[in-house]
């Protein structure tokens, strides 16, 4: 026991001792451009051989090293903690991300370690100058704002920064005013501001000093002409100085194409989607965590967070946690975005989860640009416990009010299209058996007329035939018998009357009636109605039979209805 | 060989057999909940089958799923088109409509009339005209013929009935089928539009908001500019390509 006690404190004790010496590696800044100046400082509390490992092959350290100390108190204990400071500048010449470190700090037979430090070495951007006036030119320094891009669309970075030129060798600014951003849009400073290196170049035929200052990343969030107001500053040369006011600069933003993805996120630059799923296998019921990572360049700060769409089974619980880990360089927000959504499984069985989408525009191609994370096939173990307690649920569920059927038809229905109203098909089909009846009638009418006439013909074949038989009575009949004789002329007249009126039934017609046809045809009606009278006369026992002409009258009758047909 | 066996494979896939198998694969999709897979197999079975009124169906309820819900419209409306009395869809219209937090904007093109009317196809009304036709003959050539049957009035009195519903029919089918293919509409599936009250689009009109019906009555293929009237019958000029034709 007592040596285990031993042991422990004596653990213990290196581990506090261990503690109490600490050796620190900063860079800043941690994102610049390639050519950009760095500064690396290492603080320790113990003074020794500095030694920085996995410095990049293009680093190039210049001249510039500062050493130095600095006293920390820790006013709850009392203690002064001596710390040790080194710094070195330089550059580095290849873009990438770096890992700089640990840096060693050897003292005695002792070393001791810091951590390491990432850093992103962006790729040079080229950016060009804001307009100067024949005036600016003439002064001895003067100013311009530049950038990298005259045009930009809605959400795309924009790197800004001061460029000063002199006809002398500056020594030092003073007075220094921002150029000024209209709204409330929050500049990014990027690169060592404290680190002003000043080149020879050549601008418009004419060689100047000229060096970088003030460069900031901005995310412009109007759209339209965008104003940027000039910056200010006195540039001297020792005791000499010379006030300098730039020009403005105005930045056109086009508002990104219409119609964008239902997945659009709102990013503008080049990113890609990567999905995580810690556990693959799991229990029913359990919840797991979906990472859905955005990684790339551009405006991740403004990217909303992407709609998560999962299959039935599957039950995200509440807002995802955002974990942002990007730099801002001069190509925009460089890095990625966490979303960590906590999502409940609550099926059983292999269960697979389809690729998430987003979509981004990409300012250089001036389009929307989909991707698409990888499918996940997630197992999920049974849990007896959670599918009664589900299948509880969804019974009680089914007797609330159901908010939205997103039930899709399983089986493929069609409906029947096409023109058949006005076709020849539908004209055939209703006019063929519409004519048809109308054929039938119209063959039916002249069967009909056809048979009367056979019928009435028949009729009017027996009354010529009564009629000729009546005739030849008449003809034969005895002079001596005057009663006979006017019956038969009479009978005579009916019949004749009967067969000149073919279209009327058989009747008796009056004696007005027999002389009126008898008038029409240009017979005798005269002579007729004579003996008609003389025959009614004799009938009714007027007398007037004693000297009649029997064989005139017969002779008159018989004319006179042969004639009637005219 | 291969190719030859293939060239056979390919041409016993007949047409339904393919919208059928594509359909399915659809669905499958989309129960998957894969569905940017499944709209894309629905929007190439609807492009091939206009008539699959199923395959519309649930190319609405995809967008329904992706938040498209300017084009849900425009599929669901395209079922009506295809089936004027679908209930589902209409339901389906009505929360798309929720979602866009506008659910009083939508009216059924048709009265509730011309609906129950037009749920039937324009071909099956002319063809019930031509079964009137030959029911009308049949009864009238039946009059002719039997002259003294005791039914007679009844006869001539279906025989006019049927005379009657021919005609009736045959006007419905008309109307029908001038629902079916003269009537255009178009839906706006963007979130806003811009429209312009004379035709050299001189003169800004109001912007015209996601699920937006339009009533096109003259399109102009040369300059792509539709002639269009909205639900208020107030006439504008839009971009051809801003509004999906149902």
């Known amino acids: 026991m007592k040596i285990l006690l031993t042991y422990l404190f004596t653990a213990f004790a290196l581990l506090v001792y261990g503690q109490k010496e600490k050796v620190e590696l900063s860079i800043s800044p941690d994102a610049f451009e390639i050519g950009e100046v760095f500064t690396i400082t290492v603080t320790s509390t113990v003074q020794g051989n500095l030694e920085i490992e996995n410095l990049p092959s293009s680093y190039v350290q210049d001249y510039s090293i500062s050493q130095g100390s600095t006293q920390e108190v820790d006013y709850n204990s009392g203690v002064v903690t001596t710390l040790y400071y080194t710094s070195y500048s330089g550059i580095i010449t290849k873009s990438g991300d770096y890992t700089i470190g640990p840096a060693w700090v050897k003292a005695g037979n002792k070393s001791y370690s810091s951590d390491k430090v990432d850093v992103k070495v962006s790729r040079k951007v080229s950016m060009n100058s804001g307009s100067v006036t024949a005036q600016q030119l003439n002064d001895p320094a003067f100013g311009v704002i530049e950038c990298n891009k005259r045009e930009i669309f809605e959400g795309e970075p924009l790197l800004l920064s001061a460029k000063i030129y002199s006809y002398y060798d500056p020594s030092h600014i003073s007075s220094y005013q921002s150029y000024h951003l209209n709204g409330t849009i929050i500049k990014n400073p990027i690169g060592n501001s404290s680190n002003i290196k000043v080149v020879d170049e050549r601008f418009k035929g004419k060689k100047l000093k000229a060096f970088d200052y003030d460069k900031n990343v901005i995310f412009p969030d109007v759209v339209g002409n965008f104003q940027i107001d000039p910056f200010k500053l006195n540039l001297h040369q020792g005791y ?327 | 060989m291969k190719s030859f066996v293939n060239i056979l494979f390919l041409l016993s896939i007949t047409f339904h057999s393919w919208t059928q198998a594509s359909f399915e694969e659809g669905n499958k999709a989309y129960l998957d909940a894969k569905y940017d897979d499944a709209l894309s197999i629905y929007e190439k079975v609807v492009e091939i089958d206009q008539t699959n009124v199923s395959a519309m169906y649930n190319l609405g309820m995809t967008h329904i799923q992706l938040k498209n819900y300017g084009d849900a419209i425009w599929a669901f409306e395209s079922v009506l088109k295809l089936n004027p009395s679908d209930k589902q869809a209409e339901e389906q219209i009505f929360y798309a409509y929720t979602e866009l937090g506008a659910i009083n904007e939508w009216q059924h093109i048709l009265g509730p009339f011309e609906k129950a009317l037009f749920s039937i196809s324009s071909k099956s009304w002319a063809l019930f005209s031509v079964i009137f036709s030959v029911l009308f003959s049949a009864l009238f050539i039946l009059n002719l013929v039997k002259k003294n049957l005791i039914q007679q009035k009844y006869i001539l009195l279906f025989c006019s009935s049927f005379l009657m519903l021919m005609i009736l029919t045959g006007f419905i089918s008309y109307k029908a089928q001038t629902f079916e293919t003269g009537s255009k509409y178009a839906i706006v599936t963007s979130s806003k539009i811009d429209s312009f009250l004379n035709e050299k689009l001189t003169s800004k009109g109001p912007e015209l908001t996601i699920g937006n019906r339009l009533q096109i009555l003259r399109e102009d293929t040369a300059s792509k500019i539709l002639e269009v009237i909205d639900v208020n019958d107030n006439l504008y000029f839009v971009h051809l390509e801003d509004i999906k034709a149902i």
């Open chain 1, 240 to 566: 000499k100085s010379f006030p300098i006011t730039s020009s403005g600069l105005v930045i056109k933003v086009k508002p990104l194409p219409a119609n964008p993805p239902n997945d659009f996120i709102g990013g503008a630059g080049s990113f890609n989607v990567e999905r995580l799923i810690e556990d693959t296998a799991i229990a029913q019921g359990e919840v797991f965590k979906l990472i859905l990572t955005i990684e790339g360049t551009g405006n991740l700060q403004n990217l909303e967070v992407p709609d998560l769409i999962l299959p039935k089974g599957f039950v995200v619980y509440g807002d995802p946690t955002v974990n942002e880990n990007f730099v801002i360089t001069a190509n925009g927000a460089d890095g990625s975005v966490d979303y960590e959504y906590n999502i409940q499984a609550t099926n059983f069985g292999k269960q697979s989860i389809p690729g998430t989408s987003v979509s981004y525009f990409d300012p250089d191609k001036e389009k929307y640009i989909r991707v698409l994370s990888d499918e996940v096939e997630i197992s999920i173990e049974k849990d007896k416990k959670f599918q009664e307690q589900l299948e509880k649920q969804n019974l009680n569920s089914e007797t609330e009010m159901i908010v939205h059927n997103a039930d899709i038809r399983q089986k493929a229905e069609h409906v029947e299209r096409g023109s058949l109203f006005g076709s020849a098909v539908y004209w055939t089909g209703v006019g063929i058996p519409v004519t048809a009846a109308l054929f039938f009638l119209f063959f039916t009418r002249i069967k009909k007329r056809s048979e009367e006439d056979i019928r009435v013909k028949s009729i009017q074949k027996g009354r010529r035939e009564e009629l000729e038989l009546c005739l030849k009575d008449l003809n034969d009949a005895s002079t001596s018998d005057i009663s006979g004789f006017f019956t038969k002329v009479e009978d005579a007249l009916q019949l004749a009357m009967v067969y000149y009126h073919p279209d009327q039934e058989d009747r008796r017609y009056s004696k007005s009636e027999i002389l009126d046809k008898l008038n029409s045809s240009g017979s005798n009606a005269d002579r007729i109605g004579e003996i008609l009278n003389t025959s009614e006369n004799l009938r009714y026992g007027f007398g007037g039979g004693e000297s009649l002409d029997i064989d005139s009258m017969r002779r008159d009758v018989i004319e006179s209805i042969r004639s009637m047909n005219k």
